[in-house]
């Protein structure tokens, strides 16, 4: 049986873009083109997966995550971020979403979130981990590497564009990767043994 995707997205080109995308990969999909239909959808029907944009009318996606927290505890939110708002992506985060796309994102990058998400909820992790029941079990810190890390990812590792992206300077953005990538500070270590976000764009 087809796993079903339900997408909330006001940008009509954008969500029937990517129904297309995730139809080829064999999801079945359903676009609704704000929360509220969205909830009505999720009201009738059963789905396997939400993605939804932050930036809509009416009820935005982070209020929106929050609802769903609430209702449909069980089931994974993927929200799609403006890129480089790292307050937005940890605020849906912590508002009950599980991953995060920041625009522009790779097509593949969707459906491999989604399979996560899939996996995660198969093997029985709670979908909403960042739900405000679970809060305590996620830090500040947290949040901010999981952000970082997917838009240096998303950069293929481009330091100088992420740390332009993100606000920081290059040597922040440097020390907290090593942070990530557990290796002490100062120790010279090898390109083929730095992680790729790290070894990318070495100078």
């Known amino acids: 049986?087809?796993?079903r995707v339900l997408i909330i997205e006001d940008d009509a080109n954008m969500r029937d873009m990517l129904a297309v995308s995730l139809q080829r990969r064999e999801f079945d999909v359903v676009g609704?083109?704000?929360?509220?239909?969205?909830?009505?959808?999720?009201?009738t029907a059963k789905f396997d997966v939400v993605v939804t944009d932050i930036n809509m009318r009416g009820t935005d996606g982070i209020e929106l995550c929050r609802k769903l927290s609430a209702t449909h505890p069980e089931l994974p939110v993927i929200v799609i971020t403006a890129f480089g708002s790292m307050d937005t992506a940890i605020a849906a985060l912590r508002a009950g979403a599980v991953d995060f796309l920041p625009k522009p994102f790779?097509?593949?990058?969707?459906?491999?979130?989604i399979d996560k998400a899939?996996?995660?909820?198969?093997?029985?992790?709670?979908?909403?981990?960042?739900?405000?029941?679970?809060?305590?079990?996620?830090?500040?810190?947290d949040?901010?590497?999981?952000?970082?890390?997917?838009?240096v990812e998303a950069l293929n590792?481009?330091?100088?564009?992420?740390?332009q992206t993100l606000g920081l300077d290059r040597k922040t953005l440097y020390r907290k990767l090593l942070q990530?990538?557990?290796?002490?500070?100062?120790?010279?270590?090898?390109?083929q043994s730095q992680p790729a976000a790290v070894a990318a764009e070495e100078e």
Do not use: C, W
Not at 33 to 40: I, M, P, V, Y
Not at 126 to 141: M, S, V
Not at 157 to 163: E, F, I, Q, T
Not at 180 to 191: E, F, I, L, T, V
């Open 143 to 151: 949040l901010e590497k999981r952000y970082i890390l997917r838009v």
């Open 1 to 3: 049986m087809k796993q």
């Open 118 to 141: 899939l996996h995660a909820r198969a093997n029985g992790k709670p979908a909403a981990e960042g739900a405000q029941g679970d809060e305590k079990f996620i830090t500040l810190d």
């Open 32 to 43: 609704s083109d704000s929360a509220t239909t969205g909830l009505e959808a999720l009201s």
């Open 106 to 113: 790779e097509l593949e990058d969707l459906s491999g979130a």
């Open 180 to 191: 990530y990538s557990g290796q002490p500070k100062g120790k010279a270590r090898s390109s």
């Open 157 to 163: 590792g481009n330091r100088s564009l992420a740390a």
